[in-house]
Every structure is written in C-alpha cells, then in structure tokens.
C-alpha cells in the first residue's frame, strides 16, 4: 500500500493540473462524486435525509461544497457550515460556492449555507440536531498549525454531537504527515482519502480520529504517481 506525504499529494496534484492539463475543478468535482457516492450509501443504509457538512475555505472546503451540490440533486436536506474567511478561499472554493449560490437563486429548496463565526458558534449544536451525517471538509493535507478559536470551537462540537462523522481526505486538525493532533482534532468514523493514503495514518494514535479509511480513485494517471515516488 502507498502512503504519502503531503508535499508529494501537491506534487502530483500540481503536475496534473500545469503538465496534463486536469484542471483543479476537474479533480475536485471527481473526487466530489466519490465521496458522495460514499455519503449516499451511508444515508441510505442508515435511512438518513439530513446532512451537515462543515468547510474550511480551502480545497478541502471546496470539496466539501461540491458534494453538498450532488447530495442537494439526489433530494437530500444539506447544511452547509463555512468557516474562514471568504476572501481568502481558493479559487476552486470559489467556483463551486458560486455554483450554489445561482442554484440558490432559482430553486426554494436551497442549500442553506451558514457561515459560522465566534459570535454564532452556539447555533450549531441546535442546526445539527437532525443530521443523520456531518461531512468534515474543515482543513486538508496542508494543516501544519496548532488549531485553536472557533476551528477548535467547531471540531469539539463536531465530536461531541453523537452523529455519524466521515471526514474528507484527512480528519480536520490531524498532521497528515505524522498523524498527530494539531491542538484538536475530528474523530470521524470514516475517512475519505484522495487517491493515496496519508503518511499521518501509519500512526497508531491517528486509528482514533480515521476511523475507517476508504480509498477513493479521482482520476490521477498511475504514472504520474510513479513520478513521484
């Protein structure tokens, strides 16, 4: 089995995205299919209609944010939590919180997007109450700093809230390096991962926050991987 770090994930992502022409969208709406696919199976095992998905601002986030687009088509109810700040997001962030906001325009059912801050943290516990599923797209492979204010705020709710929790790429607030917690960190049943596991999950003390790994394909040519090994 393959494991990489997060430098080398970035490595092959850029060399897709500059070299083969894949664009970042194109990876992330790939990737946004699988782990639906995932969400979806879950829901349906556990006869679940309501699910809420946290997001950082970064890829992760963006992620995050195309799966709720794809749980909204299939009839599910979605909340979707934003934290950071949205002149900072990535492009590819950007694009896909752009295509919610115009399907918000011309459909009442909506995705109902809340952006969470120190000042509204204490709604959360209240919105979530009903969801079947949390979907964890807060941070991703590039999480390097400790964790703290409303991040922190958010992932101790996320845990403590009872409800199945699967995380996109990486538990949000785990060192996908080393597999140690950064100050606080998702426990989630399962963990969704892009195309290769993550050095960080070869640590024993990462099985607490993973969970389940499931490995999913979002249409990285094998050779390019060699190229980096």
Same mark, same amino acid.
């Given at each position: 089995m393959i494991n990489v770090n997060a430098e080398t994930m970035r490595s092959i992502d850029k060399y897709c995205i500059e070299v083969l022409g894949i664009s970042g969208m194109i990876l992330m709406e790939n990737a946004a299919i699988k782990i639906f696919t995932e969400v979806k199976n879950e829901l349906v095992k556990n006869n679940g209609q309501y699910i809420s998905i946290f997001c950082g601002v970064g890829n992760n986030g963006g992620d995050g944010l195309a799966v709720a687009r794809h749980l909204y088509l299939s009839g599910y109810t979605v909340n979707v939590f934003i934290l950071g700040k949205l002149e900072k997001a990535s492009n590819d962030f950007k694009e896909n919180f752009k295509i919610i906001n115009n399907i918000n325009k011309f459909d009442d059912m909506k995705i109902n997007i809340e952006m969470v801050t120190e000042e509204n943290i /204490?709604? $959360? /516990?209240?919105? $979530?109450?009903?969801?079947?599923i949390i979907l964890d797209g807060i941070f991703g492979t590039g999480l390097k700093r400790k964790v703290e204010g409303v991040y922190k705020e958010v992932i101790l709710t996320i845990n403590e809230s009872g409800k199945h929790i699967m995380s996109i790429d990486v538990p949000s607030g785990?060192?996908?390096d080393n597999g140690i917690e950064l100050g606080a960190a998702v426990r989630a049943n399962k963990t969704i991962t892009l195309q290769l596991k993550k050095n960080g999950f070869l640590n024993e003390q990462a099985r607490k926050y993973c969970g389940k790994i499931k490995i999913v394909d979002i249409g990285i040519p094998d050779f390019v991987i060699n190229k980096f090994l």
């Open positions: /204490n709604f $959360i /516990n209240e919105k $979530i109450r009903n969801s079947h785990l060192d996908s």
